[in-house]
């Protein structure tokens, strides 16, 4: 029997359906040609445009050939990538290729359309996992689906931030029920002291990568636990512990109802600690293991990042609420409250010292890394007390350097140009040093058209942006002309776009107000600065200076020369690494535990000037950007 030709209606909704159409150029690029201005204005949601044009609308469409042949073309593409048994873990991933890596975090950033990420920890999750679906590596991610995602920005007459919740819709997303091998949606339960809390697990497809995420909005739950997954980090400790205990006990349940054992347990910051308590349970109940051998087998498995250089910023649980949500895990295991408390002190005797996630995880796993070289030693220095018979130099804790999925941040103009002098597949060998010699053959008015172009179009986009804020805010028709004009071209062009965290200093450049003003407003030399960034919603200190800065974009003495952005998301940090001149960080030094936006500026031809913090103080050589102060402070 022939097989059904299908049609392209069907062919688009395959390629919406995994998010391997966000970071394939070709891919992505379809969809936009559809209608341009529609897909700007549904946050480039493959799904949503497909729901607005219906099949025969889309055939119509379709019959101007060489976006028939576009679309053909895409699509055998993405049936090459996915069936692909060459890549570097089909020769290098030994064992993984039956029992997969394990990935947990609280947060995946994977695109802008599924919000459910924050900052930093959640994009470079996010890029985790396109990596290593490009590189062919067996993994899985665990994480949770918040039905309210993390805030939208929004910034009063005055620039106070205003958080706005939106409920996320999955009918309007690339995601679906996880079904069983039988085919069932699973369903998992945890068992707290204070009642049972279920969730249904949802798929995303991230290329070759399946993401799993856990949402209690369903029936079985109380109201309580129905809003438990409802926001990203939103609520009290109680809500804290409750959603790292559904993610950690409840992801490794839901792995082992989709029949999916994995042979490494990753844990993305200690949020996600929990699982490896619920491995060990596994392994004693149907391995007839003893704790002791259970423990140790699983933290053979066990891999922890941590992210952390400040001893506050890691989850502590007082014992109540430990042995509270924890305390019936604890009792299958045959532990006492005392000894579950005791993993998660550094000194187990001390029952004054509250739990910690960060201890748990460095005691249930035995690899260990900080995410920078200077991060590795802060963490060795910080957590030296856990191994207090070793010598600092010894602790068990090394240091990976965070790295950005290539082909998500660079800009399509800019991959033209690399295409042009680069091998075949170069973005699959970027860390071989003999790869980007054909680079030198790209001539240094190349390359400043193409960057051009691009800084062009982040004013264009930021002008746009700026328009609709102000309107929003009721501003005068003489402010909003303004803003439409926002931003000169032909001016140097500053970025500054991340967490509004007091330690990262976004207000630093307006502590002296008269020499900014001399430097932006130089006759010969103007600079102009592009802001953006949120605040947690609880950081009064960081709504403040987020405030201060847009008091400095009102600020007529500075010329109009500083703007602020507001709702910095996946899709604006594009826009503003791949169109400045220089990206500035300025954290307080070694808080920026490694940072990785200024990589991304790097990619697409942009300079850094840094505080010699994070991955920076490892790049820096004196000549490939601008160092503020000398690493010692």
């Known amino acids: 029997m022939a097989r059904k030709t299908k049609s392209i209606h069907d062919k688009l909704t395959e390629l919406a359906s995994n998010y391997w159409w966000s970071w394939d150029p070709d891919d992505s690029s379809i969809f936009r040609a559809i209608d341009p201005v529609r897909w700007s204005e549904l946050a480039h949601n493959p799904v949503l445009m497909l729901k607005e044009y219906p099949p025969e609308k889309l055939e119509i469409r379709a019959r101007d050939e060489v976006m028939h042949s576009r679309i053909n073309w895409a699509y055998r593409r993405w049936q090459e990538y996915m069936e692909a048994h060459d890549s570097w873990g089909s020769t290098h991933a030994g064992i993984l290729g039956q029992r997969p890596v394990a990935y947990f975090s609280a947060e995946f950033g994977v695109h802008e359309s599924l919000p459910i990420y924050s900052g930093g920890l959640g994009v470079l999750a996010g890029d985790h996992l396109k990596s290593a679906s490009d590189l062919g590596i067996p993994l899985v991610g665990v994480g949770l689906f918040y039905g309210?995602?993390?805030?939208?920005?929004?910034?009063?007459?005055?620039?106070?931030?205003?958080?706005?919740?939106?409920?996320?819709?999955?009918?309007?997303?690339?995601?679906?029920?996880?079904?069983?091998?039988?085919?069932?949606?699973?369903?998992?339960?945890?068992?707290?002291?204070?009642?049972?809390?279920?969730?249904?697990?949802?798929?995303?497809?991230?290329?070759?990568?399946?993401?799993?995420?856990l949402d209690t909005n369903i029936e079985q739950n109380k109201d309580e636990d129905r809003h438990l997954t409802a926001r990203l980090y939103g609520g009290d400790s109680r809500t804290r512990i409750r959603q790292e205990v559904m993610l950690g006990i409840g992801g490794a349940r839901a792995l082992h109802a989709l029949k999916i054992q994995p042979a490494a347990i990753h844990m993305n910051e200690g949020h996600s600690a929990f699982a490896a308590l619920e491995v060990i349970r596994t392994r004693m109940s149907e391995d007839g293991m003893s704790f002791d051998d259970a423990l140790r087998e699983t933290a053979a498995m066990g891999v922890f990042t941590t992210h952390t250089p400040v001893a506050a910023g890691h989850d502590r649980f007082d014992a109540a609420l430990t042995t509270e949500h924890v305390g019936p895990l604890a009792e299958e295991l045959g532990l006492s409250d005392d000894a579950l408390l005791g993993l998660g002190r550094v000194d187990p005797q001390n029952r004054e010292e509250p739990f910690c996630m960060t201890v748990l995880a460095f005691k249930l796993s035995r690899r260990a890394n900080a995410v920078s070289s200077l991060h590795g030693v802060v963490s060795r220095r910080m957590w030296a007390s856990?191994?207090?018979?070793?010598?600092?130099?010894?602790?068990?804790?090394?240091?990976?350097?965070?790295?950005?999925?290539?082909?998500?941040?660079?800009?399509?103009?800019?991959?033209?140009?690399?295409?042009?002098?680069?091998?075949?597949?170069?973005?699959?060998?970027?860390?071989?040093?003999?790869?980007?010699?054909?680079?030198?053959?790209?001539?240094?008015?190349?390359?400043?058209?193409?960057?051009?172009?691009?800084?062009?179009?982040?004013?264009?986009?930021?002008?746009t942006r700026l328009v609709r804020q102000a309107e929003r805010r009721g501003e005068t028709p003489r402010r909003i002309e303004s803003l439409a004009n926002a931003l000169d071209p032909r001016v140097l062009t500053i970025g500054f776009a991340r967490r509004f965290a007091p330690y990262k200093r976004a207000n630093l450049l307006l502590q002296d107000l008269e020499l900014l003003q001399q430097i932006v407003n130089n006759a010969d030399r103007p600079v102009q600065f592009v802001f953006a960034g949120k605040a947690h919603p609880a950081d009064e200190n960081g709504k403040r200076i987020v405030q201060e800065v847009f008091e400095a974009m009102r600020n007529e003495q500075l010329g109009g020369r500083i703007v602020l952005l507001e709702d910095y998301d996946i899709n604006l940090g594009r826009h503003l690494v791949q169109g400045v001149d220089v990206w500035l960080n300025n954290p307080r030094r070694p808080l920026e535990a490694s940072g990785t936006s200024g990589q991304k500026v790097v990619l697409n031809g942009g300079l850094n000037c840094s505080i010699l913090d994070g991955w920076w103080a490892e790049a820096y050589d004196g000549e490939n950007g601008f160092a503020i102060g000398t690493g010692h402070s």
Do not use: C
Not at 393 to 419: F, K
């Open 148 to 213: 309210e995602g993390y805030f939208s920005q929004r910034l009063d007459s005055q620039g106070w931030q205003q958080e706005e919740y939106k409920r996320v819709e999955t009918d309007r997303l690339p995601i679906q029920p996880a079904l069983d091998p039988d085919g069932n949606p699973v369903v998992i339960s945890v068992d707290t002291r204070s009642g049972t809390i279920f969730a249904r697990v949802w798929r995303v497809n991230v290329g070759r990568i399946r993401l799993f995420l």
């Open 386 to 463: 856990l191994w207090p018979w070793r010598s600092e130099a010894e602790i068990p804790i090394g240091h990976i350097t965070n790295g950005v999925h290539v082909p998500s941040w660079l800009a399509a103009q800019m991959r033209v140009l690399y295409d042009r002098v680069l091998p075949a597949n170069w973005y699959m060998k970027t860390g071989q040093p003999e790869v980007w010699a054909g680079f030198e053959s790209v001539t240094p008015g190349e390359l400043w058209e193409t960057h051009q172009s691009l800084k062009n179009r982040l004013i264009n986009y930021a002008r």
